[in-house]
Every structure is written in C-alpha cells, then in structure tokens.
C-alpha cells in the first residue's frame, strides 16, 4: 500500500513560482512511475509530469514544458515539481499519483494523494 500527500499549493501572482512537495509512504520499486496531475474546475484531470521512482525517464505535457520540473528524492521519499512562469491557466488542484510503470495516462495509476490548490491570479 502506497499512501502519499501533497503540500505546497497557494495563491500566487502570474509570472510567479511555487514548489509543490508529496510525501510518498510505502513499498516502492524502481519501475514505479511517480506523476503529477491537475484537474481545473469543469475539466477532466490531466498530465502534467511523470518521473520513475528512481529518476529516470522524465516526460512533461506539452502545456508545462520548459516551466515545470518534476524531481524525485527516494531517500527522503518526496516527489516535487517546481512550477516557475505560472500563468493563470495553470489554476488547478494537483495531485500527486504513482503507477507501476511510467505512465501518462489517468487509469494507469492506483495511487493518489488527496490534492493541493494552486491559483494563479492575472
């Protein structure tokens, strides 16, 4: 059983930055794919980055790259992704998931945290 919880959310101004953290508790192997989601009001959650448990293979949507970067540290068992030039788009609740591969799609991932609000103000 896999348990994880994010932090790091808040209010921030466009063009800002914040550095989202999840706390990964578990059983973990390195094939494991450790991703980060969104889910905007009145849309369906979606991709955001995805990095194996032992830092390889990292894949971002297209909407976030050259922005975000999503880094893993198994010693401290935190998964994080820094989000710099945010734009207003970019309000969601993130969530932090893992799967038993690298995945980027939604069904693929049996484990979720409960989410974290980011909002970007214009």
């Known amino acids: 059983q896999v348990h994880l919880l994010e932090s790091g959310g808040g209010l921030v101004q466009a063009g800002g930055s914040l550095t989202l953290s999840c706390a990964v508790s578990?059983?973990?192997?390195?094939?494991?794919?450790m991703a980060w989601f969104r889910q905007a009001p009145g849309k369906e959650r979606e991709f955001v980055a995805v990095i194996s448990w032992i830092g390889y293979g990292r894949y971002y949507a297209d909407s976030v790259k050259g922005r975000f970067t999503i880094s893993v540290d198994n010693a401290k068992m935190t998964l994080s992704l820094q989000m710099n030039s945010l734009n207003p788009e970019d309000t969601a609740v993130y969530y932090c998931?893992?799967?038993?591969?690298?995945?980027?799609?939604?069904?693929?991932?049996?484990?979720w945290g409960q989410g974290t609000q980011v909002t970007v103000s214009s």
């Open positions: 998931a893992v799967s038993n591969s690298v995945r980027t799609e939604v069904p693929a991932y049996s484990y």
């Open positions: 578990g059983r973990l192997f390195s094939t494991y794919g």
